[in-house]
């Protein structure tokens, strides 16, 4: 089961070292961990550390703009109710104003047709009352005569 | 064979001669294994960095946020950047070393002599690890305050001063010998309950073992940058920020 490489690698010898056996593995051990710290940095830490920090500054920048354009349509929707607001009070203004106009055309409209209905009754009362009047004359004038007939009548026969 | 896969070897290394200089071979294998498997999957999951992570770029992202958070919470919102790849590597070497050692069968690599294991378990590398902690605290300290710095040795009073520099000595005694210490006796437990009873009964011991070595690894880490954090602080600048 002996892996061939460590035999070709390694010269084995008998002495035996003990758990505090300190050799050349020391500073061999701190150069390599040199070395794995340089490695790391240069693959691990720099690039995914610039990675994290471009994008904590694309979220800080977008939500910026983000802030931004909520605040602008916020600002647009208040202007936007401000104009409504105006506008249906200018509506209401212009209905009032249109039916109070209605409302004095209509009292304007009737009173004169009221005022016409009248005059023209009265003229008509004055025109009847012209006719009976005129009437009566003349069925004044038919009895004078009539009677006189029946006098001459009545006086001749006797 | 059941006897051979549950035979334990303490203190026997299988030596590789470089010179005239002495090296633990198991160590130096199965450190290249753990550096191997770190290097290729951060490759692998920075070489199409996205916006939008997924997979394994996500994954790896997670993982350099907690230790991004460990730097920061041991040495401060403002320094930790340079920080961070030494804490993170100390963070990652040691845990997938520990996890490494945990999980693969390595017994059935059989060597010359000694035995394949977590390179953590090794007295070599903790020291080494702890050492480059202790250059790494010195070096932020002096790099900041230059010779200002050996001022913390008699602060707040001389009288600490023998205290002060025994600290330097017993911070890496004590990081080196708690991984150390943790790591191998977790590997002789589960080495002698597979001894005596080879199955199930060890497996809540591996598990631990898991655990203690996530542990080991946070603790490390942590330690490390609390170092440096307090190098790089200072008495004066202490009292001034607070």
Known sequence: ?158 | MMIHLAALEVGKHFYWHIGNLEVHGQVMIVTWIVMAVLVIVSSLATRNLQRIPGGLQNFMEYALEFVQEIAKTGIGEREYRPWLPFVGSFFLFILVSNWLGALIPWKLITLPEGELAAPTSDINTTVALALTVSVLYFWAGISKKGLGYFAKYVQPTPILLPINILEDFTKPLSLSFRLFGNILADELVVGVLVFLVPVFIPLPMMALGLFAGSIQALIFATLAATYIGEALEGHGEEEHGH
Do not use: C, W
């Open chain 1, 1 to 158: 089961m002996i892996h061939p490489v460590f035999l070709l690698a390694a010269e084995v010898t008998e002495k035996s070292g003990g758990l505090f056996d300190f050799d050349a593995t020391l500073p061999l051990m701190a150069i390599q961990f040199l070395l794995l710290v340089a490695i790391l940095n240069s693959t691990f830490f720099q690039p995914l550390l610039q990675t994290i920090d471009s994008r904590n500054d694309y979220i800080r920048t977008t939500n910026n703009e983000a802030k931004e354009r909520l605040a602008k349509a916020q600002q647009l929707a208040l202007e936007y109710e401000r104009e409504t607001a105006e506008t249906r009070k200018l509506a209401q203004e212009m209905i009032l104003t249109a039916q109070a106009e209605a409302t004095k055309l209509k009292a304007e409209t009737i009173a004169k047709a009221m005022a016409e209905a009248e005059a023209r009754i009265a003229q008509a009362k004055a025109e009847l009352e012209q006719q009976k009047a005129q009437a009566r004359a003349q069925l004044a004038g038919e009895v004078s005569n009539l009677s006189r007939q029946i006098l001459e009548r009545l006086v001749g026969t006797v």
